[in-house]
């Protein structure tokens, strides 16, 4: 019988199975979000900077905030101390939207609340905190470390506006933020100053907001306003006053000259003279001064710098300086007086004093040298009797020694005279030395002992005079009774006297009347008297 195949052995095929469970879908799909936020973290970052303050005032890591006109461009990432430790260093990240703001020029500060004369700025930061503020930049050059400024700037780039520049010799209460007014309308601000190379002057950068800035032209006039200006003179007392800023901090007034109908465009940056005081500045031009020089062998008390000078009551010019000279010959100490004087301010008179000067002498030298040679002389007189102010005054005067005079000198030397009080002084003091002379404790003595013998001899006649004051006392109740008693004689026969007149001041009236009525009787006499009318008998 023969043996049955066995079956075939079974083939193990296993199934690869490539599927997900759905287990696997959250986590990979947690993975995708955090890939693309951290993508999209690092496309929005900028540049990350760091800026340089003195103090972090104010500053909070994750919290303080970079702001561009008021939108947040950046978050402060860390604030640690500098290397020296004489500062901080704040590091930030910027947004990527404003990465090509970190240039060289941009500027950066932290805005806090600030109090001072031009106001009260970041108030908003009392409730949100302080943030950095930022003033971007055009600049093509890159940076990342940058130094804080500690006040915000004044002027913005892109600010509409203009800025010019005003030359002066004294700063004065000038700060940078002081205002600059046209009209009293605050138009602009001062945003710098600083000395001139050569330091004789002040240059003092001012803004003149839009659309104010068409106001300033070629012919402008800028001055100091210092908030109250008095002026004392033969129209009263004037008061001038611009705003409470203004006399805290100071500040800045601008106008036009009213014969200017047209002005001139002029350009950023120009320059002009910032005058002392609205009278200087609205002059008219002095054009250019002459420097003379007067010697007064007389005390100057009472002279100051800028003390004004004057010709015939007309002021023309303004004292320079004042030094004190040695005269060994004489002895003495005279002053030397240096003044500027503007011939321009004679008007026509300039023109006629060329002409009437020697031929072909049109310069101020020459025309000066002919008035001297006319008794042209410098005086020292009293301007201000309360304050014992002085000024100079230049006038003719007569009978004078006529003086030397160089006009081809350096500066021109003025003749000079002695003031009225000058000469009234020596009188004075001659005439108190005089006084002094009178010996009147002398006269005095004389007459204490004068008095003494006047009281002795009243005491001595006292009671004889006594009697006769009694005898008067008595001689007036007589002549009293005399006269107002009513049975007084005199009285009685002054009342018959009066009757008496009376009676012929009646028989008068009556002689009167008749004379008027027979005028002819001054001539025939006076007529008889007509008889009497015949009585009838009665009838039987």
Do not use: C
């Not at 907001?209 to 006039?221: I, M």
């Not at 008179?349 to 002919?370: F, H, M």
Request: hydrophobic residues 40%; charged residues 20%.
């Amino acid at each position: 019988m023969n043996a049955s195949p066995s079956p075939p052995s079974p083939v193990v095929r296993r199934k690869r199975r490539f599927g997900l469970s759905l287990v696997w879908l959250v986590p990979i799909v947690a993975v995708i979000a955090g890939a693309s936020l951290i993508a999209r973290s690092f496309m929005q970052q900028g540049p990350a900077i760091t800026i340089e303050f003195r103090t972090a005032e104010g500053i909070e890591p994750g919290k303080t905030e970079v702001r561009y006109k008021e939108v947040v461009v950046g978050r402060v990432e860390r604030v640690r101390v500098g290397p020296t430790r004489q500062n901080v260093l704040v590091d930030v990240q910027l947004s990527a939207n404003t990465a090509d703001v970190a240039v060289e020029d941009t500027h950066f500060w932290v805005v806090r609340p600030r109090i001072g004369t031009t106001g009260v700025s970041g108030l908003g930061t009392l409730l949100s905190g302080a943030y950095i503020g930022m003033d971007a930049g055009s600049s093509a050059t890159e940076r990342r470390h940058f130094v804080g400024l500690e006040a915000p700037p004044l002027v913005l780039r892109g600010e509409p506006g203009r800025s010019f520049v005003l030359h002066t010799n004294d700063l004065g209460s000038l700060d940078i933020g002081s205002p600059v007014y046209y009209r009293r309308v605050r138009v602009g601000r001062v945003v710098g100053f600083t000395l001139d190379p050569n330091g004789d002057r002040v240059l003092v950068q001012v803004f003149i907001e839009a659309p104010h800035e068409r106001l300033v032209g070629a012919s402008t006039r800028f001055w100091t306003s210092t908030g109250i200006e008095f002026s004392f003179d033969a129209k009263g007392v004037a008061v001038n006053t611009q705003s409470l800023a203004t006399l805290l901090g100071g500040g800045i007034a601008f106008s036009n000259p009213e014969t200017v109908t047209e002005q001139r465009p002029i350009t950023e940056g120009s320059e002009f003279t910032l005058f002392p005081n609205e009278k200087a500045a609205l002059a008219p031009p002095d054009g250019d001064p002459v420097r003379i020089r007067m010697r007064f062998a007389q005390s100057m008390r009472g002279l100051a710098v800028d003390a004004p000078i004057e010709f015939v009551g007309i002021e023309i010019g303004q004292v320079r300086g004042i030094a004190l000279q040695y005269d060994a010959k004489n002895h003495r100490f005279p002053a030397e007086v240096d003044a500027d004087i503007y011939p321009t301010r004679l008007g026509a008179v300039v023109s006629e004093l060329q002409r009437q000067a020697k031929p072909n002498a049109n310069t101020p030298a020459d025309i000066i040298g002919a008035l001297v040679a006319n008794g042209l002389r410098a005086q020292l007189r009293t301007g201000n009797v309360l304050s014992g102010q002085m000024y100079v005054a230049l006038d003719f005067v007569s009978d004078t020694k006529k003086a030397a005079f160089d006009p081809r000198a350096a500066v021109l030397e003025i003749p000079t005279v002695p003031s009225p009080l000058s000469d009234l002084q020596p009188q004075i003091a001659n005439i108190v030395a005089s006084i002094s002379k009178v010996p009147f404790d002398a006269i005095g003595r004389d007459l204490q002992r004068m008095l003494a013998a006047s009281n002795a001899a009243i005491e001595r006649l006292t009671p004889e005079a006594q009697h006769t004051l009694q005898d008067v006392r008595r001689t007036l109740d007589e002549v009293q009774r005399n006269l107002t008693a009513p049975d007084a004689s005199l009285q009685r026969n002054a009342n018959q006297a009066l009757q008496d007149l009376q009676r012929a001041a009646r028989s008068m009236r009556v002689l009167a009347d008749y004379l008027q009525r027979h005028p002819e009787s001054l001539l025939r006499g006076n007529a008889a008297d007509a008889p009497p009318p015949a009585q009838e008998e009665p009838a039987r």
